[in-house]
């Protein structure tokens, strides 16, 4: 079955513009969760999205946002951009959440000059 | 706060040797526990998982792991590592319920000289 597909890889953009990620889940897994990995805090949940509500969010300011389609696809935007926002940026799907086994995207990677 | 410790940040064995990755996580009740890898250039992978029963997990390429309850320790071991097996090992732990999130540990590398 195909994996979990992220879109772009790779992304450079100035501060203080914003920017749109976006994630496609493993057909059937309704759990959309995005994690931030940097070298210094290493993997951070950002949020988490179930049938198109956030479930659950962690400690990140709001120019950290997301939303998830019917389709289950899932968008993440960051607004204002910062330095301190160049990051590899991860989604995960996963049938339910919780427990359930988490698969991995290859990541998109943002570079912000 | 809920936290995970890895306590090594990078490994060096040769070939052969045992391996062993420590992983304690802070007290929250039910725990669902994890270990990813995530080789060189690749995304992350599962391992093997905890959510009951037998302590003892079985997982890909030769892995397993021990969940110790009365120390929060779930560590990752392998008998004999192969070059293959340089990458970096993330412990993960869910604290239960129906919400997705993980938390992670800071991760440890492993290189293994041929």
């Known amino acids: 079955k195909a994996g979990v597909t992220q879109t772009p890889r790779y992304l450079i953009k100035t501060r203080g513009q914003q920017v749109t990620l976006s994630c496609s889940p493993i057909?059937?897994?309704?759990?959309v969760s995005w994690y931030q990995q940097t070298p210094g805090q290493g993997l951070q949940f950002l949020f988490e999205?179930?049938?198109?509500?956030?479930?659950n969010k962690g400690n990140f300011p709001g120019r950290f946002s997301g939303r998830q389609f019917s389709n289950s696809r899932s968008e993440m935007n960051v607004s204002t951009l910062e330095l301190g926002d160049s990051a590899l940026y991860l989604c995960?799907?996963?049938?339910?959440?919780?427990?359930?086994?988490?698969?991995f995207g290859q990541g998109t990677r943002l570079t912000v000059v | 706060a809920q936290s995970v410790s890895q306590h090594n940040h990078h490994v060096i064995l040769s070939e052969a040797a045992s391996l062993e990755l420590g992983c304690n996580y802070s007290?929250?009740?039910?725990?669902?526990l994890f270990w990813y890898v995530q080789y060189p250039g690749q995304h992350l992978q599962l391992l093997l998982k905890?959510?009951?029963?037998?302590?003892l997990v079985k997982g890909i390429k030769g892995f397993e792991a021990e969940f110790i309850k009365s120390k929060f320790s779930f560590n990752l071991r392998k008998p004999s590592v192969q070059w293959s097996d340089t990458a970096e090992y993330f412990c993960?732990?869910?604290?239960?319920?129906?919400?997705?999130?993980?938390?992670f540990g800071k991760g440890t590398k492993l290189s293994v000289k041929p």
């Open positions: 995960a799907s996963s049938l339910y959440g919780g427990g359930t086994e988490a698969f």
């Open positions: 057909s059937g897994h309704r759990s």
């Open positions: 993960a732990v869910n604290y239960g319920g129906s919400q997705g999130n993980l938390i």
């Open positions: 905890y959510f009951s029963g037998d302590p």
């Open positions: 007290y929250g009740g039910t725990v669902n």
């Open positions: 999205y179930f049938s198109e509500t956030q479930r």
